[in-house]
Each structure stands twice: as C-alpha cells, then as structure tokens.
C-alpha cells in the first residue's frame, strides 16, 4: 500500500458521507475517492475505484454493510473494511468480525479515535469500538483456535428453511418491515415466523439468537 489511503464512503445518508469528508480534508495522506449510496452501490464502486480502505455504515438499503462484507470476502477482495455503526452491542461487533470485517466504528466516536481506527485498520491491524475481549476476537479471527464439533440441535428445535432465511435476516440486522420486504410477505407474517423461530430455538433476545445460530451451526 502506498503512503496515501484511497477510501471509499459506502452510506446512504449524504449528511454522514460529508460528515466524514470534512473530518479527513485535512489529513494529507487520506483521500477520499469514491461514495457509494447503498449496499449493491458500494460493490460497485469498490470494484471501480480499488480503494485501500472501505467505511461501510451497517444499515443500508438493499445490502446491509455486514452483507457487503460478505459479499466483497466471497470474492476474494482484500480491500480493508472498517464497518460504521450507531450499535455498540456485542452482537453486531461480532457478527462484523464473522463476516470478514477489519473494524468496527461507533458513529459517535471522537476524531482522533476515528482517525486511529483508519490508520490501524490501513496498516494491517484490527480496531473494535465496544467492550469486547481480545481472546474472543481472535477465536472469531482464527477459527482453527476453536475446534470443537458443533452440537447437533434436537428434532424439536430443527428450523425450517423459511426460518433459517428469517435468521439470517435478523442476524444481518434487519427488522420486521424489513424481512417482510425481503421475503414478500406481510409484517405480521414476519413477526410470527420471528416468534415462532425464537420459541423453537428456546432464545429471548437477538443476542441469544445469535449465540444459538453460532453454537449450532444453523447458518
């Protein structure tokens, strides 16, 4: 990587895009050199621009940010990622590491941590806003540290595959609305197959959820 990093912006708010534009207009060895204004936008413009660092927010339309992760690691792309975000949860920290992530950003971060994060993330390193243990950051990172068989869930508790899509859509961040936009059904629909799928897996909370999926293997 040369001494300047290439970003590129990928949110679907153009106040929070500027936002961070005018944060880095004074940093000589930072340049902005491409926007994206949705999931699908930013895989566009990341192939076009080759940037060395992608700031991806979490929530955009048509693909999520972790979704884009998934999407640009799928293709082998080694583009540094640094997902932006207004959750400090350890759910969706740890879903951004899954999915391929190098950082994870707090949209109400200070400058100088911002910057940090950037830098860290440009060099080769890893930054996590959020109170989250290094020794569980480097089993998500590593998985050949955690070898253990998965579990294997009772006949009770096996999901159909509407309920695995509708997992995989609450573990990507989505709500009721949204996966019922997602799967062409109705809100109310969603909500009992939301219901009925965190009954079945015996789970009270996405925190839970997600826990549940990763022990089981159920994505």
């Known amino acids: ?41 930013a895989l566009k413009v ?23 992760v998934e999407k640009l690691r799928s293709q082998n792309n ?51 806003s959020g109170d989250i243990s290094s020794i569980l950051i480097g089993q998500l990172t590593n998985p050949s540290l955690n070898t253990e068989t998965k579990p294997v869930l009772d006949e009770e508790m096996m999901i159909t595959k509407r309920e695995k899509e509708i997992l995989k859509l609450l573990l990507s961040g989505k709500g009721n609305k949204e996966i019922a936009e997602a799967l062409d059904i109705s809100k109310r629909t969603a909500e009992v197959h939301r219901f009925n799928l965190m ?6 909370n996405l925190m839970e959820l997600s826990n549940k999926a990763t022990e089981y293997a159920l994505l």
């Open 78 to 128: 080694t583009v540094k990622i640094v997902v932006l975000s207004m959750h400090e949860s350890e759910e969706y920290v740890l879903k951004s590491i899954k999915a391929g992530a190098d950082g994870y950003l707090l949209k109400g971060s200070s400058k100088d941590e911002f910057l940090k994060a950037l830098h860290t993330v440009a060099n080769g390193g890893k930054y996590f």
């Open 46 to 68: 990341v192939e076009n621009c080759k940037p060395d660092l992608l700031i991806v927010d979490i929530r955009m339309p048509h693909l999520t940010g972790i979704e884009v």
């Open 1 to 41: 990587m040369s001494d300047i990093i290439r970003v590129v912006l990928a949110d679907d708010h153009v106040f929070v895009r500027d936002g961070i534009k005018s944060l880095l207009e004074n940093e000589a060895n930072i340049i902005v050199v491409g926007e994206a204004i949705d999931g699908l936008d």
């Open 199 to 204: 009954k079945k897996l015996k789970v009270k």
